[in-house]
C-alpha cells in the first residue's frame, strides 16, 4: 500500500485546515486508515482513525470535538477536516493505513502549523 497526503500548511488560532490521504496498491487489506501527529520534542501522538468498513471513528482526546475524519471508499481516500486549531496543534502529520495486525504503512508526513 503506498499512501499519498495532501493538505496542511500554516494557519492562524482559531481557523482550519484539512488534510487527505490516498492509499493505492494492496488496499483491500486495510482494516482502519488515520492519522498519527508528532511536535518537536514530543512523542507520537495519536489523532484519530476511521474503520474502513463501519466509517466509524476514533478520536483522540486533544481533538475529539474539533476534528472530524470521514472517508471515501470509492477512491480509498480518507479526509481529516481540522477546526479551532490551537499552537499545540502545530505538529508533522502522518497517515496510517491499519491491518489486522495493527499498522501497516505510513505515508509522509505533512506539516500543519498553527499561530498564535
Known amino acids: 500500500v503506498q499512501l499519498q497526503a495532501f493538505g496542511g500548511g500554516l494557519v492562524q488560532a482559531g481557523g482550519s485546515l484539512s488534510l487527505s490521504c490516498a492509499a493505492s496498491g494492496r488496499t483491500s487489506s486495510i482494516t482502519n486508515m488515520g492519522w498519527f501527529r508528532q511536535a518537536p520534542g514530543k512523542e507520537r501522538e495519536f489523532v484519530v482513525s476511521?474503520?474502513?468498513?463501519?466509517?466509524?471513528?476514533n478520536y483522540g482526546d486533544s481533538v475529539e470535538g474539533r476534528f472530524t475524519i470521514s472517508r471515501d471508499n470509492a477512491k480509498n481516500t480518507v479526509y481529516l477536516q481540522m477546526n479551532s486549531l490551537k499552537p499545540e496543534d502545530t505538529a508533522v502529520y502522518s497517515c496510517?493505513?491499519?491491518?489486522?495486525?495493527?499498522?501497516?504503512?505510513w505515508g509522509q508526513g505533512t506539516q500543519v502549523t498553527v499561530s498564535s
Open positions: 496510517v493505513t491499519y491491518s489486522r495486525s495493527g499498522i501497516a504503512h
Open positions: 476511521i474503520n474502513w468498513n463501519a466509517g466509524s471513528p
